[in-house]
């Protein structure tokens, strides 16, 4: 069993459909939630979606950015309605260095910029991470064999990628710090493969009803796919996958840097930072709908 705190925005679709994927998936201990930035209709929607899949349990960490805006996407209305706002449990890095503090083992999946991690290695300097998995990063043609690049990405060896960029002194001090013991990059590279699609919700289908999350993730991927029929990539579910079992991708020890707002990565045994570069879709299919001997959590 993989114990998790996740670290998630409202702006994309993405990021719910994964607290919805994981908060009762069956090789999953949903330990907490952080938000980024934290408004309290974030909270709300988090704390109403925790709600219907009876995972009360679950720790909400936020800081209020106080904006005044809700950060949180018309399409969540749609398909969820609109909870109340909330308040969260504490502030993120309190939850962060609490959870850890009862599963010291547990792994760390941020969705979005990494607001919320750089105020836990700032506010406790004598904690870390065993393990950080976090959607980012590319992976160009330096890393990646030429039978497994995407088209749109062949050439580059850096690209923007926007959860980095989004609080990019954070990344690097996350990719540098010994305090984190492994790093884990599911990169653009290999998430700009994956879509949710009208023929992955049909294959879906059959699943929907193993968890109460794949039902509710299923419900609203029908509202996303009346609007959009082309569907949408599946950038943190693919990372969520990723974090349950590693072996659904192929990785490499890298070591990451930055280039005029791009990231790449340059092949650097001994590292602790790994990302992926092919991904086997059967695999990351089986661990979505919890059909899987899980073998690297």
């Known amino acids: 069993m993989l114990d998790l705190i996740l670290d998630l925005e409202t702006q994309d679709p993405d990021d719910v459909l994964t607290?919805?994927?994981?908060?009762?998936?069956?090789?999953?201990?949903?330990?907490?939630?952080?938000?980024?930035?934290g408004s309290p209709t974030q909270v709300g929607l988090v704390r109403h979606v925790l709600r219907r899949l009876e995972r009360d349990d679950v720790a909400v960490g936020a800081d209020d950015p106080g904006t005044g805006k809700s950060h949180v996407s018309g399409f969540h209305d749609r398909w969820l309605g609109t909870p109340p706002d909330a308040q969260p449990d504490a502030p993120s890095a309190d939850v962060i260095a609490e959870t850890l503090r009862r599963h010291p083992g547990a792994t760390l999946l941020t969705g979005g910029p990494l607001h919320n991690l750089r105020r836990f290695?700032?506010?406790?300097?004598?904690?870390?991470?065993?393990?950080?998995?976090?959607q980012g990063g590319f992976a160009g043609d330096n890393v990646v064999p030429?039978?497994?690049?995407?088209?749109?990405?062949?050439?580059?060896?850096?690209?923007?990628?926007?959860?980095?960029?989004?609080?990019?002194?954070?990344?690097?001090?996350?990719?540098?710090l010994d305090r984190i013991?492994?790093?884990?990059?599911?990169?653009?590279?290999?998430?700009?493969?994956?879509?949710?699609?009208?023929?992955?919700?049909?294959?879906?289908?059959?699943?929907?009803?193993?968890?109460?999350?794949?039902?509710?993730?299923?419900t609203g991927m029908e509202h996303y796919l009346r609007k959009r029929p082309k569907g949408k990539l599946l950038h943190d579910p693919t990372a969520a996958c990723a974090a349950i079992d590693r072996t659904i991708a192929t990785w490499a020890e890298v070591e990451?840097?930055?280039?005029?707002?791009?990231?790449?990565?340059?092949?650097?045994?001994?590292?602790?930072?790994?990302?992926?570069t092919t991904l086997d879709h059967e695999r990351l299919f089986e661990v979505f709908v919890g059909d899987n001997t899980y073998r690297s959590a």
Not at 256 to 274: D, H, M, N, Q, Y
Request: hydrophobic share 40%.
């Open 256 to 276: 990451i840097v930055r280039e005029a707002g791009g990231w790449g990565a340059l092949p650097t045994p001994g590292s602790g930072t790994f990302i992926t």
């Open 146 to 176: 030429p039978e497994h690049r995407l088209t749109k990405f062949e050439g580059r060896t850096v690209c923007p990628t926007f959860n980095f960029n989004g609080e990019p002194r954070a990344a690097l001090l996350a990719l540098s």
């Open 19 to 37: 607290l919805c994927l994981v908060a009762g998936h069956p090789a999953v201990r949903l330990r907490a939630v952080t938000i980024t930035p």
């Open 121 to 134: 290695l700032d506010t406790y300097p004598d904690m870390g991470l065993s393990r950080w998995v976090a």
């Open 181 to 218: 013991a492994r790093r884990e990059l599911v990169s653009k590279n290999v998430t700009h493969a994956v879509a949710y699609d009208g023929e992955f919700h049909e294959r879906l289908r059959p699943h929907r009803d193993r968890t109460a999350g794949l039902a509710l993730l299923f």
